[in-house]
């Protein structure tokens, strides 16, 4: 039997990057995913080729900063699945610039697209992972532990996020959820953008990984979050998990 094998689980940001990744290794250890994504297109392309594995998957088209069309992404998934075993925050945008130049319009934008949608999504998901005695994974970043430049109003976002993690752990593990964090390191399309626009940051960043590589979204990421929402983590919450190959050494 697959570690995940018939969980439903909805995955934010599904169709690129980390979260792709993530939602890929999903559907291969046996999960049902609806992924979220505010590109039509490109949601309906990773829809088709998490289908073409042979696991079930659905693509809902929903533009998280719209925070009134959060509660619609619950409603989807537990029409497709009839319930939801895990709920996997890790959409993200931000603008990277030195605090300095941080507009108000800059820093609503990684709140509106990663704090919010967690917060909301975690809310409106809770009875349902309550009935299942469910998991949540979200996304945060080591940038905040290593106070890397130009990433504010990212790092605020993330280190929010963290925040209430810990917290919806200490209160909902009476209920059997776990709530636990991913601060990954991979080559994902922010990443990348982060590499054209800072490259001097960046190269830092990669001498200070352990492993002398940067991440897969799939096989290194994907694979973290498989196992923290599988039975074999059952006794793990309130954690963070760094899965950056030993670039950030804070515990």
Same mark, same amino acid.
């Given at each position: ?31 049902? @995913?609806?992924?979220?994504?505010? *590109? ?14 042979? /696991? ?7 533009? $998280?900063?719209?925070?009134? *069309? $959060? ?11 009839? /319930?939801?075993? @895990?709920?996997? !925050? ?14 108000? =319009? ?17 809310? =409106? +998901? ?9 998991? @949540?994974? !979200? ?15 990212? %790092?605020? +976002? ?21 709530? !636990?964090?991913? %601060? ?6 922010? @990443?990348?953008?982060?590499? *054209? ?19 897969? %979204? *799939? ?5 973290? +979050? ?14 963070? $998990?760094?899965?950056?190959? /030993? ?5």
């Amino acid at each position: 039997m697959k570690a995940l094998e018939g969980k439903a689980t909805i995955v934010t940001g599904g169709a690129r990057g980390v979260a792709k990744g993530v939602a890929t290794a999903f559907v291969k250890a046996g999960a049902r @995913v609806l992924i979220v994504d505010r *590109e039509e297109e490109l949601g309906r392309a990773t829809e088709a080729e998490l289908r073409a594995l042979g /696991g079930e998957a659905h693509f809902l088209a929903v533009d $998280l900063a719209q925070r009134a *069309e $959060l509660p619609k992404i619950i409603e989807a998934a537990v029409g497709h699945f009839g /319930g939801l075993d @895990v709920l996997v !925050n890790a959409a993200q945008a931000s603008r990277q610039l030195p605090i300095a130049e941080t507009t108000d =319009e800059a820093m609503e934008i990684a709140l509106d697209t990663g704090f919010w949608p967690t917060f909301v999504l975690m809310r =409106e +998901a809770y009875p349902h992972l309550v009935k299942a005695k469910g998991s @949540v994974i !979200n996304f945060a970043t080591g940038a905040a532990f290593d106070a890397i430049p130009t990433q504010g109003s990212y %790092c605020a +976002a993330k280190e929010a996020i963290r925040a209430i993690s810990k917290i919806a752990a200490s209160e909902w593990g009476g209920q059997a959820v776990r709530v !636990n964090i991913i %601060c990954p390191f991979a080559n994902s399309p922010g @990443v990348m953008a982060w590499k *054209e626009w800072a490259p001097a940051d960046y190269d830092t960043q990669i001498s200070k990984v352990s492993l002398k590589r940067i991440g897969d %979204c *799939e096989k290194d990421i994907g694979a973290a +979050a498989v196992f923290l929402a599988s039975d074999a983590a059952g006794y793990i919450t309130g954690q963070t $998990l760094m899965v950056d190959g /030993g670039q950030t050494k804070a515990f």
